[in-house]
Every structure is written in structure tokens, then in C-alpha cells.
């Protein structure tokens, strides 16, 4: 076990839709990220938040935000949702950004 | 721009025999290397990463890399493969040790049978 918790675990939904995948950190842990893993584009890093800030974004589409609350919980809300966005989403936590970061077991999104 | 290529998306060795997953490195700058494994429905774990300190890296479980820059590969060692070896392994490059600047390659999937 991580430490890292994310729920749901598992989500289906149609296209079209919304939904927020959520992000327990480990505790102590200051940096969010999430990551995407499809078996079309492989493991993707999407967007970090630091106490509360985003820090670093990557291969986010427009369709998608984050945001990091004050508990560091993080969400991540995926709209207007495509079959390709059909993936397993990891959220991860550092204490800082240099050091090791703890994956959760993830969220897997089915888009049907 | 940094990359990564897994050679071989499936690897089947036999348990005891030498597991060898290779990975090769395109970075413009002295990169960092990480190898991490996900096993069934789990997130993913760092097993070793490659900082400068020594071009040997061990990590847990028996596992250790070799980085070598002629060849701009950092290949995943285990002398004696163990059922519970089986499982996906990314391996990752960074031209910055920040998490959130990590490429990942496409992943070997590595069965043991026994």
C-alpha cells in the first residue's frame, strides 16, 4: 500500500459526460500528480500542484482541470468526454518535486 | 526533447533464469533514469533510479541497472527470476529530477514460467 488513495476505482460513463476522479495523498506529501495511461498513448504525465498551486503541466487537453484543496486532496475533472479519453488515470504524491513519488492504484475510466 | 525505447513489449524468462529488459535513452542533456514495475491492478513503484552518483544502480528486490553512456542505454538486471517478478516495468528518463518531467517508454511485460 502506497498511502496514496484515489476513488473511484473504477468509472463508466458516456460520452459526452463529466466526472471527477478523486485524490487522497500520502500524508505529509505537498505534490500532486496525475498521469494518464492509455494503450494508445502509454503513461502520460498531465499536471502537478504543490500546496495548493499548480506547478507543472503536461499533455492535458483543454477539456480536463485539476485543482488541489487545502486538506492537499486532489481532483481531477475530466468533461465532455470522448471514447479516446478511456483510460487508467494515477494519481501520485512527493514531498517534494525531486524526490520519490508514490503512485496510487489508479482510476480506470471507460467511456462508452 | 528526451525519449525512451523499451525493446521487446513482452519478455518470458524462466524462474531462476537471468531476466534482461533493455532500455535505450535520447536526452540532449546528462539525463536521470528510473526504472519503476506495476504489478496487476497496483499503481506503480520505483525500483532504482540513475542519478550521476554510479553508473551501477541496485534497487529492491534483487533488481539493478547499469548505465551506460556509449551505448545511451540503462538495461534492467536480475540475476535469478522469481514468480513474483511477473509484471509490467516502465522505464523513464528526466532531464530534470522532477517527477513531473519524466517520459516513460511503452512498458515490457514480464512473465516467469516456472
Known amino acids: 500500500d502506497s498511502g496514496v488513495t484515489q476513488t473511484p476505482k473504477h468509472l463508466i460513463t458516456a460520452t459526452g459526460q463529466r466526472v471527477t476522479l478523486r485524490c487522497s495523498p500520502r500524508?505529509?506529501?505537498?505534490?500532486v500528480y496525475w498521469y494518464q495511461q492509455s494503450l494508445d498513448q502509454g503513461l502520460q504525465f498531465l499536471i502537478q500542484y504543490y500546496n495548493g498551486e499548480e506547478r507543472a503541466k503536461g499533455n492535458i487537453l483543454e477539456r480536463f482541470s485539476a485543482q488541489q484543496f487545502p486538506d492537499l486532496h486532489s481532483e481531477l475533472n475530466l468533461s465532455s468526454l470522448e471514447l479516446g479519453d478511456s483510460a487508467l488515470y494515477f494519481c501520485?504524491?512527493?514531498?517534494?518535486?525531486?524526490?520519490?513519488?508514490?503512485f496510487g492504484q489508479g482510476t480506470r475510466l471507460t467511456v462508452v | 526533447a528526451q525519449s525512451v525505447t523499451q525493446l521487446g513489449s513482452h519478455v518470458s524468462v524462466s524462474e531462476g533464469a537471468l531476466v534482461l529488459l533493455r532500455c535505450n535513452y535520447s536526452?540532449?542533456?546528462?539525463?536521470?533514469l528510473f526504472w519503476y514495475v506495476q504489478y496487476p491492478n497496483q499503481g506503480l513503484q520505483l525500483l532504482l533510479k540513475?542519478?550521476?552518483?554510479?553508473?551501477l544502480v541496485k534497487g529492491i528486490n534483487g533488481f539493478e541497472a547499469e548505465f551506460k553512456k556509449s551505448e545511451t542505454s540503462f538495461h534492467l538486471t536480475k540475476p535469478s527470476a522469481h514468480m513474483s517478478d511477473a509484471a509490467e516495468y516502465f522505464c523513464?528518463?528526466?532531464?530534470?529530477?522532477?517527477?513531473?518531467?519524466?517520459?516513460f517508454g511503452t512498458g515490457t511485460r514480464l512473465t516467469i514460467i516456472p
Open positions: 540513475y542519478t550521476s552518483a554510479a553508473t
Open positions: 500524508s505529509g506529501d505537498l505534490s
Open positions: 536526452s540532449s542533456v546528462p539525463p536521470y
Open positions: 501520485a504524491s512527493s514531498v517534494e518535486s525531486n524526490t520519490e513519488a508514490f
Open positions: 523513464a528518463v528526466s532531464e530534470d529530477f522532477g517527477n513531473e518531467k519524466l517520459t
